[in-house]
Structure formats: structure tokens, C-alpha cells
């Protein structure tokens, strides 16, 4: 019976051993991440600064749509660096910063989009299939948003539970309100 408590708790310090070790290294990986997307980021700024600086003699459209394209994709590169500091703060993938992130891709595309169906205006089905993206696209920011939010919601009620009964206090006197003043 001594035996197979001493072999139960020698399993148990491999576990624990174990969970340090693959815990160390996927820090190690996600401060990895963290650096490419720093390096990364500062390498779109400068390559921003250097694309507004040839882009001089352009009409402003052309300036302000690749200018917004750059900066856009430079969010996207910062709220990745969000998510990745928490998830090595909280070693936890948090959807939030993921979805933030697919909105902004999604009105990047928006954004070259747009322009780009500008230019077919005269090519219908070109035009047409450009507007049907678009559309599309907007559909994705819209149930990406809709989601980030009820996210966001629902951690706060999780957080505070107290909160959820003043809201539904606050709720349930703009319904009287609502029914005496109509």
C-alpha cells in the first residue's frame, strides 16, 4: 500500500514538473509573438511614413485610402499584441481582442473595397460582385461587433452579479414610465 502512495505522489511531482516546464515554454512562445508583432508594427509605421513620403504627387484619395489601409493593419498588429499580453497574463485565450481584430480586418477590406468598386462603377458585374462583398463584409463586422459586445457582457454580469439587479431595477422603471406617460 506504501507503495503505491509513493508511486501515485512520484506521478503526481512528474505532472507538476511537467505543467512548469511546458508552461515556461509557452511563455517563452508567446513572448516570441509578442517581439514579431512589435518588430512587425514598428516596420509598418516606418513603411507608412515612407509610402506617404512618395505619395506626395498623388491625388489625396489615393494618400488617405493608403494611408488608411497602412494604419488599419497596424491596429490589427496592436490588438494582437493585446491578445497575446493576455494571454500571458491570464494564460487564458480571451476571445475579445480576436474578434476586435476580425472587425478591423473586416473594414480594412471595406475600406479597399469601396474604392475599388469606385473605379468599376462602368463594369457591371465586376461592380456587382464588388458591392456583394462589401455587403458580405459588413454583415461579418456587424455579427463579429454583435458578438464582442455580448462578450463583454456577459463577463461583466459574471463580475458583478450585484450590477445585473440595478439593471433590471433601471429596466423595469422605464417600462412603468413608459406605461404611465403612454
Not at 505543467?19 to 512562445?29: A, K
Not at 511614413?49 to 493608403?66: K, Q
Not at 454583435?146 to 439587479?165: C, H, K, M, N
Request: charged content about 25%.
Amino acid at each position: 500500500m506504501a507503495r503505491a502512495t509513493k508511486g501515485d505522489a512520484d506521478e503526481e511531482d512528474r505532472q507538476l514538473f511537467a505543467d512548469r516546464v511546458l508552461g515556461f515554454l509557452e511563455d517563452v512562445i508567446y513572448w516570441a509573438i509578442a517581439i514579431v508583432l512589435v518588430a512587425g508594427s514598428v516596420a509598418l509605421l516606418v513603411a507608412q511614413f515612407n509610402t506617404m513620403l512618395h505619395l506626395r504627387d498623388t491625388s489625396a484619395t489615393t494618400v488617405m485610402i493608403e494611408v488608411l489601409d497602412g494604419l488599419l493593419l497596424i491596429f490589427i498588429f496592436v490588438e494582437l499584441l493585446y491578445a497575446v499580453r493576455s494571454c500571458l497574463r491570464s494564460h487564458e485565450i480571451v476571445a475579445e481582442p480576436f474578434l476586435i481584430v476580425g472587425i478591423l480586418a473586416g473594414i480594412k477590406e471595406i475600406v479597399v473595397l469601396s474604392v475599388e468598386a469606385a473605379t468599376l462603377l462602368k463594369d457591371g458585374p465586376q461592380f456587382s460582385r464588388a458591392v456583394v462583398e462589401i455587403a458580405i463584409l459588413g454583415v461579418v463586422v456587424l455579427v463579429l461587433a454583435l458578438s464582442a459586445y455580448i462578450l463583454r457582457e456577459r463577463r461583466r454580469d459574471v463580475a458583478d452579479p450585484a450590477g445585473q439587479d440595478v439593471r433590471e431595477a433601471e429596466d423595469d422603471e422605464e417600462k412603468a414610465a413608459s406605461a404611465t406617460s403612454g
